[in-house]
């Protein structure tokens, strides 16, 4: 089954620049897209990124044109890159493997996840 590792995350000041990174391993011949996903405290845990193995990649409407999902294949891994960090950006970051579609539920099971924290 797949397994994820993610790591990047730390302590930003807002507006600053963070670039996550996921490492995937396992049963890997299954997995249409990779995406990002987060959960604040006391939230339900969001995608906000996703990238299909074709390349097309979409985005929360509240990380669109901050957040970059890429991937580096031989690497079996996917980064993303987040700018313009803002307080409501402050999270546990997660990776799954998914189906291409949006709406897709993630597959199992959850890595540890990396996180974000944004203040001055």
């Known amino acids: 089954q797949l397994q994820v590792q993610e790591s990047g995350g730390g302590l930003v000041q807002p507006g600053g620049s963070l670039t996550l990174s996921c490492v995937t391993s396992?049963?890997?011949?299954?997995?249409?897209?990779m995406g990002w996903y987060r959960q604040a405290p006391g939230k339900e845990r969001e995608l906000v990124a996703h990238m299909t193995v074709d390349g097309i990649t979409k985005y929360a409407d509240s990380v669109k044109g901050r957040f970059t999902i890429s991937r580096e294949r031989d690497k079996d891994t996917t980064y993303l890159q987040m700018n313009s960090l803002k307080s409501e950006d402050e999270a546990v970051y997660y990776c799954?493997?998914?189906?291409?579609?949006?709406?897709?539920?993630?597959?199992?099971?959850w890595g540890r996840g990396t996180e974000v924290t944004v203040a001055s």
């Open positions: 799954n493997g998914k189906g291409p579609a949006w709406a897709n539920q993630p597959f199992g099971p």
């Open positions: 396992g049963t890997l011949f299954n997995i249409n897209a």
